[in-house]
Antibody, heavy 122, light 110 residues
Framework: QLQLQESGPGLVKPSGTLSLTCAAS?????????WSWVRQPPGKGLEWIGE???????NYNPSLNNRVTISVDTSKNQFSLRLSSVTAADTAFYYC????????????????WGQGTTVTVS | EIVLTQSPGTLSLSPGERATLSCRAS???????IAWYQQKPGQAPRLLIY???TRATGIPDRFSGSGSGTDFTLTISRLEPEDFAVYYC???????????FGQGTKVEIK
């Protein structure tokens, strides 16, 4: 059964770069699914950050103004998030999640989530 | 850009009652692109419904999704104690690829 685990620094300085990794176990990153990042500021709702396929193809949230880079390392079965030029507004709980795709069709729902990791910009 | 508006903001109900949560899109969308999630305090969201009406694996049948066009509904037929949580709807579009969440509806114990 697929499990996802986020890791990375919990504190980032303003104007710095946030870097997180999501390690997958129980399924291969090189499978048919997409892999995504979602964040949630304290006490607020969910915001999609972006997604990646194992080939390296990515999609990003336009509202993040080209600050986002998502990469994949199939040899380590993990994918990563980098968010540059961070401000206090980037303080949030960050989740990685799978978007299930099978038979050439995606259901567009994020069916497996990591437990999340908190990042504070200060 | 499609905006999802969920209502009500908070729903106060008792266990055993029926909960009806609304998600309205700012323009007509395809059913297959609508999903619903449940989130409890301190936990990651949990996928309940995708394709507007298909229950995800392991989701009890008291949860159902419906709707089309701009109006979508998540119904919990009889609230169990574990159902009190925040619920989010989500839309996907591919022009360009974007996932948008509603602001959430909190279902609280009355």
């Amino acid at each position: 059964q697929l499990q996802l685990q986020e890791s990375g620094p919990g504190l980032v300085k303003p104007s710095g770069t946030l870097s997180l990794t999501c390690a997958a176990s129980g399924d291969s990153i090189s499978s048919t699914h997409w892999w995504s990042w979602v964040r949630q500021p304290p006490g607020k709702g969910l915001e999609w950050i972006g997604e990646i396929f194992h080939t390296g193809r990515t999609n990003y949230n336009p509202s993040l103004n080209n600050r986002v880079t998502i990469s994949v390392d199939t040899s380590k079965n993990q994918f990563s998030l980098r968010l540059s030029s961070v401000t206090a507004a980037d303080t949030a709980f960050y989740y990685c999640a799978r978007i299930y795709c099978g038979g050439g069709i995606c259901n567009y729902g994020k069916d497996v989530w990591g437990q999340g990791t908190t990042v504070t910009v200060s | 850009e499609i905006v999802l508006t969920q209502s009500p903001g908070t729903l106060s109900l008792s266990p055993g009652e029926r909960a009806t949560l609304s998600c309205r899109a700012s323009q007509s969308v395809s059913n297959i692109h609508i999903a619903w999630y449940q989130q409890k305090p301190g936990q990651a969201p949990r996928l309940l419904i995708y394709g507007a009406s298909t229950r995800a694996t392991g989701i009890p049948d008291r949860f159902s999704g419906s709707g089309s066009g701009t109006d979508f509904t998540l119904t919990i037929s009889r609230l169990e104690p574990e159902d009190f949580a925040v619920y989010y709807c989500q839309h996907y579009t591919d022009l360009p690829v974007t996932y948008t969440f509603g602001q959430g509806t909190k279902v609280e114990i009355k």
